[in-house]
């Protein structure tokens, strides 16, 4: 028993390498039989498929619900921590992504990886209300593909850079609170080709959001957390609660570090009962006062079981072991 979920997570994160199988001609028997010829039946013209879609591609990421509850505001003067950039603010950003998976069964495990995934491009707040929250778009103007040190299981950042390549021009469009809670996203291409689509489904998995501000006044040594749940690879439901605290402040930059604690409840997914599902991460933000994107890096491992909740022999249950880690690395650029 091998859960559809983990199988189509898996296939979704290969997807751009994929290629078609190859299609073998049955062997003719050993003593061919003597029969009346016949004459084929013409077939009927098959349209041919095109691979590349037609017309703009679009994926929206639905907001997840966040709640943010602050534990003591620190010592000191205490001022307002935002995000945010004034209508019409632009800043160059580099979004770097990591996706991995390792599946135990048996005292057996196997691992597979993508290559670092790099989105550049341009970022603009279209319009911000009175309560802070901006409307923006990210335009992808460059990409790029980096091999993981020491990853198991890994397809060559080469084969990747091509898929990549297939989203110059997209944009991902959505909104975000002054305090980092955000609304639905839009990932939008207007000329995709044909790998495009597994390209995008990759950007999905892994697109990271911005960390959850307090929003109150703070100082210097500021605890709160973030609770945040989620649906990991649209299938899983899980939970993420982040305690956060203010490390440094130096005029308008805040530096926070931040741990996360991921748990979730026994469920039955896709013909098997998902149970122990367990995890941690840590984040490093670096917010300056007047920008959009702030400067962070996060790692989050969730973990889970997988068993068949409804076994033919009860004593041969079999289980399966999951791990999931998904990293993120934002950098603006000057």
């Not at 990991?232 to 530096?255: I, S």
């Not at 996360?260 to 998902?274: A, C, R």
């Not at 122990?276 to 969730?302: C, R």
């Not at 998904?326 to 603006?332: D, F, H, K, L, Y």
């Amino acid at each position: 028993m091998k859960p559809a979920f983990l199988a189509g997570l898996v296939a979704a994160s290969m997807a751009c390498t994929k290629s078609k199988p190859v299609q073998l001609a049955p062997l003719p028997p050993d003593k061919p039989v003597a029969a009346e010829p016949v004459k084929p039946k013409p077939e009927p013209a098959q349209p041919k498929e095109d691979p590349v879609p037609k017309g703009p591609i679009e994926v929206k990421l639905p907001a997840t619900t966040v709640t943010v509850k602050l534990v003591t505001p620190g010592k000191g003067k205490r001022a307002a921590l935002r995000y945010g950039a004034p209508t019409g603010g632009k800043q160059k950003v580099e979004i770097a992504m990591d996706f991995s998976s390792t599946t135990s069964q048996g005292g057996n495990s196997q691992e597979q990886s993508v290559p670092t995934i790099v989105l550049v491009g341009d970022a603009e707040t279209k319009a911000v209300d009175k309560e802070g929250k901006a409307d923006y778009t990210l335009t992808v103007t460059g990409t790029d593909a980096r091999d993981v040190k020491d990853a198991k299981g890994a397809v060559p950042a080469a084969k990747f850079k091509l898929a990549l390549e297939s989203l110059m021009g997209l944009t991902v469009a959505g909104t975000v609170g002054a305090n980092g809670t955000g609304g639905d996203v839009t990932m939008r291409i207007e000329k995709p080709t044909e790998l495009s689509i597994g390209a995008l489904e990759l950007i999905r998995l892994t697109l990271p959001t911005w960390p959850a501000l307090p929003s109150e006044p703070i100082s210097v040594g500021a605890k709160w957390q973030a609770t945040t749940v989620t649906k990991l690879a649209d299938r899983l439901d899980v939970t993420q609660v982040t305690d956060y605290e203010v490390v440094a402040q130096k005029g308008k930059t805040w530096t926070i570090k931040g741990t996360t604690k991921v748990t979730g409840t026994d469920q039955e997914l896709d013909g098997g009962k998902i149970s122990a599902i367990s995890g941690s991460g840590k984040s490093e933000i670096t917010v300056a006062d007047g920008t959009l994107y702030p400067t962070f890096k996060s790692s989050v491992e969730t973990k889970f079981s997988a068993t068949d909740p409804k076994p033919k022999d009860p004593k041969d249950v079999e289980k399966i072991d999951f791990r999931i880690t998904i990293g993120a690395a934002v950098t603006p650029k000057p």
